[in-house]
């Protein structure tokens, strides 16, 4: 399970990066941050989901 969670976590940071790139004072940078640590959370589950988890 630790092996999940460091890789969830160097994932959703990698995932936020292009949030950062977005031009200030444009009002969306909170939100967009938001959407991809959403997916990339629903990502991770997935890829935990199918080879991680033990049925």
Do not use: C
């Not at 004072?25 to 941050?33: A, D, L, R």
């Not at 997935?46 to 080879?51: A, C, K, L, Q």
């Amino acid at each position: 399970m630790n092996r999940i969670t460091s890789f969830l976590s160097a994932f959703l940071v990698l995932a936020a990066n292009p949030a950062f790139a977005n031009e200030p004072g444009g009002g969306y940078e909170g939100i967009t941050g938001l959407y991809y640590g959403t997916i990339a959370i629903i990502l991770a589950y997935g890829v935990y989901d199918i080879f991680f988890k033990k049925s």
